[in-house]
């Protein structure tokens, strides 16, 4: 049993910042991986990026160089930078923590909007 909260999402124009956090709480198997997606009205739900508990990473193509993944082990804590954001951008955020059976936990989303 597994809870992740989200945080940090907004309104931003293009080209500005945000900073989401994500906290896990509950019976949380050491060895995973925890991450982000994104889904956009009518449109699936893609991996932004990810964090192995060793610090590998894994970023969608269309956010390398502009979004940072990096995670507090000790807190079970991870957060994604996200610098020069484009409108194609805008989606709900979702974290996500993966443990090694493969079983996934979600959390409810953060909204990110990325207009002028």
């Known amino acids: 049993q597994v809870q992740l909260v989200e945080s940090g999402g907004g309104l931003v124009q293009p080209g500005g910042s945000l900073r989401l956090s994500c906290a896990a709480s509950g019976s949380i198997f050491s060895i995973n991986t925890m991450g982000w997606y994104r889904q956009a009205p009518g449109k699936e739900r893609e991996l932004v990026a990810s964090?192995?508990?060793?610090?590998?990473?894994n970023y969608h193509d269309s956010v390398k160089g502009r979004f940072t993944i990096s995670r507090d082990n000790a807190n079970n804590t991870v957060y994604l930078q996200m610098d020069s954001l484009k409108p194609e951008d805008t989606a709900v955020y979702y974290c996500?923590?993966?443990?090694?059976?493969?079983?996934?936990?979600w959390g409810q989303g953060t909204q990110v909007t990325v207009s002028s």
């Open positions: 996500t923590l993966r443990v090694r059976t493969g079983y996934s936990y």
């Open positions: 964090i192995t508990i060793y610090g590998s990473t």
